[in-house]
């Protein structure tokens, strides 16, 4: 692929690859090279002379990635997230659902008053839950050859864990709570000190969810504003119900507390009880009003 160093960034979609890879980008002064044309626009905002080394950022699994990034000269980060978090992320980007019209906080008369027909509010908790389960079990909708979130990880650990492999493993979380740091320290444990162009606390401002979506909109790219939808730890609590959890394979309930995201299983039974539709008589009169509304527009 090139005769400069490549840094690989992987992990399961959804985990904060772009993130991680365009800070990378930043510090190294490095090409990004990603199969999202539109993730291309880092490149755009490089200093001048872009040096020899390439980021790339995958979701290939180690065999995957090295077919198809032929080169001997490479580091991996690999980055993984809370399995919860992966799902919410995953719905709102593959769905194209705009609307947080799924929160549980979310009081019951506004949700349906902002929707443009009421009985979408069943069909999209429904959906949402059935996605949810088919992610656990099978993976991403047409994506099988990134395989499960469980594996994906799996694979990537005994990967790393055999002699000679060059690979820094950090969750997105911890990144989130300490970027320079969790940055610095992964730069560090790949032999990457020396190569460095920019300063790390740089490459952390510039790539900052929030000045990088103002960036986005005033340039009209709304495709990268909407990628970084919130990038907010543990912001599946605002989704989940117990009818979810309930339906989440155990391969990633046993992950979850492999990984230290959960000490065990009781975090289920804290959750809110599932609820499809109006429970009282105020909120089915403001589901009427709404539906009859809709039929007669």
């Not at 949700?111 to 991403?140: A, D, I, M």
């Amino acid at each position: 692929m090139t005769k400069g160093e490549v840094i690989f960034v992987v992990g399961f979609p959804k985990s904060g690859n772009t993130w991680l890879a365009k800070m990378l980008c930043q510090v190294f002064n490095a090409e990004l090279v990603d199969d999202d044309p539109s993730q291309l626009e880092i490149n755009a905002r490089l200093e001048n002379n872009p040096s020899q080394i390439k980021v790339v950022k995958s979701h290939f699994l180690p065999e995957q990635l090295l077919n198809t990034y032929k080169t001997p000269k490479y580091r991996v980060f690999y980055i993984f997230r809370d399995f919860r978090d992966v799902s919410v992320s995953a719905w709102f980007y593959f769905s194209g659902m705009k609307k947080r019209v799924l929160r549980l906080d979310e009081p019951y008369k506004d949700v349906v008053v902002n929707l443009k027909n009421p009985k979408k509010y069943r069909s999209n908790r429904v959906q949402f839950k059935n996605f949810v389960h088919g992610l656990s079990e099978n993976g991403l909708p047409n994506l099988p050859q990134f395989s499960t979130w469980q594996n994906h990880i799996d694979i990537w650990q005994k990967w790393g864990a055999e002699p000679g492999k060059r690979l820094y493993s950090l969750t997105y979380a911890d990144l989130r709570t300490d970027t320079h740091g969790q940055l610095s320290a992964g730069i560090e444990a790949l032999g990457l000190e020396g190569l460095k162009i920019n300063p790390v606390q740089l490459a952390v401002e510039k790539e900052k969810f929030k000045s990088l979506k103002r960036f986005y909109h005033e340039q009209n790219q709304q495709s990268n504003a909407s990628f970084l939808r919130a990038g907010v730890v543990g912001d599946w609590k605002n989704y989940f119900h117990d009818g979810i959890a309930k339906g989440i394979s155990h391969q990633v309930i046993s992950k979850l507390i492999d990984l230290g995201f959960e000490p065990d299983d009781s975090w289920i039974a804290d959750l809110p009880k599932e609820k499809l539709g109006p429970d009282s008589l105020a909120e089915r009169i403001t589901y009427l009003k709404c539906k009859i509304k809709h039929q007669l527009s």
